[in-house]
């Protein structure tokens, strides 16, 4: 079973630029989360998607940033026009299912990431 | 403010010993607690998940344990190999109905020969 894949694994832009990220998840996966470290700093949470619906995006820095998920297969992330703080990986992760209330058990797989540079 | 705290920041240690990694939240209201392994130029990988009722759990020689009560996890890591060489990220999970997740900043371990 193919986990979650991430395209491209590194991108250099220049400033002002735009870039797409995109993100499969595993098949049948309905959630979908975008995390994003940057130098030095811990992995963020920036969204998830349950299904094609975006069910927290309260972690997105700005509207630089949009995420969609067209179908509710993979996603993408794209940032324009993008900035030099926006140097980091990017990791997208997907899970099965989750429960509200009291037990949530799933197990969130992620992708290997993807590193962009800002010059 | 929800957040996750791990000590020590690195760590190195000799083959064969065994280590305990720390983590401690504020995160509220809990949902639950996971450990990942992340290797170099990897994503992060799923070692296990508490929720609140669980207090230990395993797998193969790594060991989580969980008290609620006083909003602490560790890892502990039986018998290191070299391919225990990695960052362990501590993730916690609030039940905010968006189950947002909050990182810790990882402690990066070092398993020597």
């Known amino acids: 079973e193919a986990g979650v894949t991430q395209f491209p694994s590194h991108s250099v832009i220049e400033k002002g630029q735009t870039v797409t990220l995109r993100c499969d998840p595993i098949?049948?996966?309905?959630?979908l989360y975008w995390y994003r470290r940057v130098m030095g700093k811990e992995i963020k949470f920036l969204l998830h998607?349950?299904?094609?619906?975006?069910?927290?995006e309260s972690g997105m820095p700005n509207n630089r940033f949009l995420a969609e998920r067209t179908g509710g297969t993979y996603s993408t992330l794209k940032v324009q026009p993008a900035e030099l703080e926006d140097s980091g990986v990017y990791f997208c992760?997907?899970?099965?299912?989750?429960?509200?209330?009291?037990?949530?058990?799933?197990?969130?797989?992620f992708g290997q990431g993807t590193r962009l540079t800002v010059v | 403010k929800n957040q996750v705290e791990q000590s020590p920041q690195s760590l190195i240690i000799l083959e064969g010993k065994n280590c305990t990694l720390q983590?401690?939240?504020?995160?509220?209201?809990?949902?639950?607690l996971r450990w990942y392994k992340q290797d170099t130029g990897r994503g992060p990988v799923s070692l296990t998940i508490?929720?609140?009722?669980?207090n230990t759990k395993s797998n193969g020689r790594y060991t989580a344990t969980l008290d609620a009560d006083t909003k602490q996890s560790s890892l502990h890591i039986t018998a290191s190999q070299l391919s225990d060489s990695a960052s362990y990220i501590c993730?916690?999970?609030?039940?905010?109905?968006?189950?947002?997740?909050?990182f810790g900043a990882g402690t990066r371990l070092f398993v020597k020969a």
């Open positions: 508490m929720t609140f009722s669980e």
């Open positions: 983590c401690n939240y504020t995160v509220s209201p809990f949902s639950n």
């Open positions: 998607f349950v299904k094609e619906s975006k069910q927290d």
């Open positions: 992760a997907s899970s099965q299912w989750q429960v509200t209330g009291f037990v949530v058990n799933t197990e969130a797989f």
């Open positions: 098949s049948g996966h309905d959630n």
């Open positions: 993730v916690v999970s609030a039940d905010t109905g968006g189950f947002k997740t909050i």
